[in-house]
């Protein structure tokens, strides 16, 4: 089977903000961008509110080796949205010195919250959560394991 998995994350109206800020702090590549102003031309009968024009349609980041999706909606729209603490990104190399360049990277930015500051514990010889600026949980681990 040849295809791959990747995350989503639905921002509620920071999705453009978030770009920026993984760009600068992670340096993503955009692959892919479509605001619902952008939507709007190519489908006149999408509808969106004053002042969501640079609000995020669908977006595809590269970061790293991996990619992540990115968009405004909720995934369930029979519930409100909500950014919670049961999922996060997880960024590993066995390049310490990539890990620790993109913790310090991420903690220069005054709304980042360091959760667990970067250090070694038991699994990993460099680990750190994080949580960005739009709630997204971020873990930054040094990995011992060929994977």
Not at 4 to 23: D, R
Not at 76 to 99: A, E, F
Not at 117 to 137: H, K, L, T
Request: negative net charge; glycine residues 6%.
């Amino acid at each position: 089977m040849n295809f791959e998995v990747i995350p989503f994350l639905s921002l509620n109206g920071q999705g453009a903000a978030a770009i920026e800020f993984y760009k600068k702090y992670l340096g993503a590549t955009v692959l892919f961008k479509k605001n619902y102003k952008e939507m709007k031309e190519m489908n006149p009968n999408f509808i969106y509110e004053e002042g969501q024009e640079e609000y995020i349609t669908h977006s595809v980041l590269q970061i790293g080796t991996n990619k992540l999706m990115l968009a405004e909606e909720s995934m369930d729209s029979t519930m409100p949205w909500q950014l919670g603490n049961s999922s996060s990104l997880c960024i590993q190399s066995q390049d310490k010195i990539v890990i620790k360049n993109l913790y310090d990277s991420l903690i220069q930015h005054e709304r980042v919250t360091i959760l667990v500051p970067y250090e070694a514990n038991v699994f990993s010889p460099g680990y750190a959560i994080v949580r960005d600026p739009f709630g997204v949980i971020i873990q930054l681990c040094v990995t011992v394991h060929e994977f």
